[in-house]
Nanobody, 121 residues
Framework: QVQLVESGGGLVQPGGSLRLSCVAS????????MGWYRQPPGQQRELVAT???????EYEDSVKGRFTISRDGAKNSVYLQMNSLKSEDTAVYYC???????????????WGQGTQVTVSS
């Protein structure tokens, strides 16, 4: 059973920064792709950023230039550095992992429990 545990959320003022962490129960190199999603209040969950085991990275357009996804295999961790935060970044942020391309095509994913990020003055 894969476990993903997020941390690092909180309350921050507009323009501020936060760093989210996601620790996996096993080696992150076993996953085909890992990523961060978010669910704003009253809205659907949406993709924020992904990183493949080969190092390919993608970002949702609204976070490009502000957010950075990274990983540390030695710590079985994936991170999301969030800078220049805006009120519209307020959401529950979820860590996500996919085992392989077939699982990705079938929509089979592992999820963490989520961490709340609130951007407000």
């Amino acid at each position: 059973q894969v476990q993903l545990v997020e941390s690092g959320g909180g309350l921050v003022q507009p323009g501020g920064s936060l760093r989210l962490s996601c620790v996996a129960s096993g080696s992150i190199w076993s996953f085909y792709v890992m990523g961060w999603y978010r669910q704003p209040p009253g809205q659907q969950r949406e993709l924020v950023a992904t990183i493949t085991n080969g190092g390919a990275i993608e970002y949702e357009d609204s976070v490009k230039g502000r957010f950075t996804i990274s990983r540390d295999g030695a710590k079985n961790s994936v991170y999301l550095q969030m800078n220049s935060l805006k009120s519209e970044d307020t959401a529950v942020y979820y860590c996500n992992a996919v085992d392989n391309p077939v699982a990705r095509a079938l929509g089979i994913k592992h999820w963490g429990q989520g961490t709340q990020v609130t951007v407000s003055s």
